[in-house]
């Protein structure tokens, strides 16, 4: 089975603070995604990896930064966290090359900014 | 207008009955399309993928493409309790399998 395990199912943190959210897949793929859903506007993508060393930013990339040092991790910094970053927070991966390539989710991490 | 729009919801069917979803893309260039199904506190799950018109059967689920009139439909028949769920869904961009979600719809079957 593809597994894409995220560190923390919830999380709360302080407004101002630095916050790290991991992920780590154990089936190779070159693609990692970082998503946020809120409700009624789905799946967001914030940042997207294709390579070590490489990422390439989604859709609402502001005020957040990721990191992937090696193949099966890839992380999420929220570098000052802020309210409106409370959310759902979904990690994906996935093989490359082909538009209908399925992406395998994580369990999400629900983040709270007080 | 949002690149993919699907109806929210809740759509509410009797056990048995057919559940049919509908979604809209607004890019003419879009060429896959998934449904995934997404239970309530759970990660998103594959049903399927579509990237030809017409129809697509797996099992109970039946996904429809048409590019002429932009949308992609699912159809759930002999819909089940446990099909509740909210059901997304995505179009696949070409350069690294991005995918872009439509916000849900939730459905509801009733014993």
């Known amino acids: 089975d593809v597994k894409v395990t995220q560190s923390s199912r919830y999380l709360v943190k302080r407004t101002g603070e630095k916050v790290f959210l991991e992920c780590v897949q154990d089936m190779d793929h070159e693609n990692m995604f970082w998503y946020r859903q809120d409700p009624g506007l789905g799946l967001r993508l914030i940042y997207f990896s294709y390579d070590v060393k490489m990422k390439e930013k989604g859709d609402i990339p502001e005020g957040y930064s990721v990191s992937r040092e090696k193949k099966e991790r890839f992380s999420l910094i929220l570098e000052s966290a802020s309210t409106n970053q409370t959310s759902m927070y979904l990690c994906?991966?996935?093989?490359?090359?082909?538009?209908?390539?399925?992406?395998?989710f994580g369990q999400g991490t629900r983040l709270t900014v007080v | 207008q949002k690149e993919v729009e699907q109806n929210s919801g809740p759509l509410s069917v009797p056990e048995g009955a057919i559940a049919s979803l509908n979604c809209t893309y607004s890019d003419r260039g879009s060429q896959s399309f998934f449904w995934y199904r997404q239970y309530s506190g759970k990660s998103p799950e594959l049903i399927m993928f579509?990237?030809?018109?017409g129809d697509k059967e797996d099992g109970r689920f039946t996904a429809q493409l048409n590019k002429a009139s932009q949308y992609v439909s699912l159809l759930i028949r002999d819909s089940q309790p446990s099909d509740s769920a909210t059901y997304l869904c995505?179009?696949?961009?070409?350069?690294?399998?991005?995918?872009?979600f439509g916000g849900g719809t939730r459905v509801l079957v009733k014993p």
């Open positions: 579509i990237y030809s018109n």
């Open positions: 995505a179009r696949g961009r070409a350069a690294g399998n991005k995918l872009t």
């Open positions: 994906a991966s996935s093989f490359p090359g082909q538009e209908n390539t399925e992406a395998f």
